[in-house]
């Protein structure tokens, strides 16, 4: 079998304007489905953002809870309402990092325009709003921001969460928009109730669990449910695999850390090639734009397709962009499932340009990122410590609850059908322990402006006094199980990860 990269012809690797155009707006004037609810579980409809003033420079989704398609680079939202009356706001899907906060500083935010594009949250207007006393600095892996907590009611996909809380932004850099948080609490404690803590104790859900179809780049929506599982979304069974152990992730922080235990492609031509068995830890994070993966197995990837030119000052390797519309896949393995990650998911489309969606973890925190998910439909179960992964489709909806106690998720196998096979020989060539330097290096001017979303939190900085929001009455921030710790640390640094 002849490998990809001799049968690839030379191309530019700038693609003409007209390959990356948002498809027509016949997919954004849709009827929107009605809001579903059912017995612990719920999901809104999808509201798909118009996009702001060209060039776009961040491709998404918007939510089911829903989840949407913002056409160029990769962000996803979730549209929710804020106070009382509702103010409609829309924020970053994150599971790398736990707190949900709104109201970004836009002047230092990285894409600026895009940012004010959104609207905020104006507290004067809320009658439901309790303020409290404590601020925090949240450090991220690009960005962060300076909050005060309040208690606000939140409306997610139809579902009220009362009394919530939130923190309110009064500087931020590198983030244009505010970030609801899913992840399990990164020190393995909880500072407070979290979102999902907040809506299993209010019986909105019966588990702290939600299922996650990012869908392709093609698709201009997803879905993230609360409580329940979409059997319509995706191929055959979901594989239950163990969250790492606090003690046993890169870093000491406790996130969804699953082990992978190989990678390879799916040439055009059905060559299968599969690396080594691995033990790579590595967690899922729809916060980031691009999966960062060892060295080498990025470098692999990277010498596996023809005339890409390595970018040093971005680690981009830039490759030609017929290659999106070649039959293939970067694969992933988890014991015996395996997740199938198109080329088209796969490359970035940025400005014109196509960039491997994959970029070398120097930090020690391998991240399987939306180049990755927009493949696997997800269920994170954080009250039984699992992942359930299968191959993400759409076959229509069939929502079941997600129950309680260790089988709470489901076991239904999906509804969808797997296309039929193409002729495939597989070997296990593909080496993922060999230095590859790069074969040609991008001397051009690369995308701009852009937003690779802002990865995993890492830090903060507590402290009390009120930002700019009164304290309401006595603050229930004392009732927060962080008002101990905040009180004794005050202003010091508290590393999540040392």
């Known amino acids: 079998m002849i490998p990809l990269r001799f049968l690839l012809s030379a191309a530019p690797v700038l693609a003409s304007a007209h390959d990356f155009s948002a498809p027509p707006d016949s997919s954004r004037q849709q009827n929107p489905s009605l809001v579903t609810r059912g017995e612990g579980f719920f999901r809104s409809p999808l509201n798909v953002l118009p996009n702001p003033a060209p060039p776009k420079l961040i491709r998404g989704r918007q939510n089911e809870v829903t989840i949407e398609n913002q056409f160029t680079g990769t962000r996803y939202g979730v549209d929710i309402e804020v106070g009382t009356p509702g103010q409609k706001l829309t924020l970053i899907l994150d599971t790398g990092s736990p707190d949900t906060w709104v109201n970004p500083t836009c002047d230092t935010a990285n894409v600026p325009d895009d940012c004010r594009s959104f609207p905020v949250y104006d507290w004067r207007k809320s009658s439901s709003l309790n303020a409290t006393r404590v601020t925090d600095i949240l450090v991220y892996g690009k960005g962060n921001a300076t909050i005060q907590y309040v208690r606000e009611s939140v409306k997610i996909g139809g579902a009220t969460v009362r009394n919530q809380v939130i923190g309110v932004a009064f500087e931020s850099h590198d983030i244009p928009l505010g970030i609801l948080g899913l992840s399990p609490p990164i020190r393995g404690f909880n500072e407070y109730p979290y979102i999902l803590d907040t809506m299993k104790d209010q019986k909105l859900i019966n588990s702290r669990a939600f299922s996650m179809d990012l869908r392709t780049v093609d698709s201009p929506e997803g879905a993230l449910i609360f409580g329940g599982v979409d059997t319509g979304k995706y191929i055959g069974s979901l594989a239950k695999l163990p969250m790492l152990p606090q003690n046993q992730t890169p870093r000491g922080a406790d996130r969804y850390y699953v082990t992978m235990g190989g990678v390879g492609l799916t040439y055009p031509d059905g060559l299968v090639e599969r690396s080594q068995e691995l033990e790579v830890p590595v967690f899922l994070d729809s916060g980031g734009t691009l ?177 700019g929001i009164n304290p309401t009455g006595q603050s229930k921030a004392y009732s927060l199980k962080i008002d101990v710790w905040k009180a004794v640390v005050g202003a010091l640094v508290v590393g999540l990860i040392m």
Do not use: M
């Open 291 to 467: 999966s960062r993966l060892p060295r080498r197995i990025y470098q692999a990837f990277a010498s596996s397709f023809a005339d890409t030119q390595y970018d040093p000052s971005t680690g981009f390797y830039f490759l030609d962009c017929n290659v999106a519309d070649l039959e293939g896949s970067i694969d992933f393995y988890f014991g015996d499932k395996v997740i199938n990650v198109p080329f088209n998911d796969f490359i970035w489309h940025v400005q014109g340009y196509c960039v491997l969606g994959v970029l070398p973890d120097d930090d020690g925190e391998p991240v399987l990122g939306d180049t990755f998910l927009r493949a696997a439909y997800v269920v994170f179960d954080q009250d039984n410590r699992n992942l359930h992964l299968a191959q993400a489709a759409n076959c229509g909806s069939n929502i079941i609850a997600i129950s309680t106690g260790p089988d709470a998720v489901p076991s239904a196998t999906g509804r969808c059908t797997a296309p039929p096979p193409r002729p495939t020989s597989g070997n296990n060539n593909l080496d993922v322990t060999a230095e590859r330097g790069p074969t040609a290096t991008f001397t051009g001017v690369g995308p701009t402006g852009i937003d690779i979303g802002p990865g995993p939190v890492a830090t903060r900085v507590s402290g009390t006094g009120p930002l």
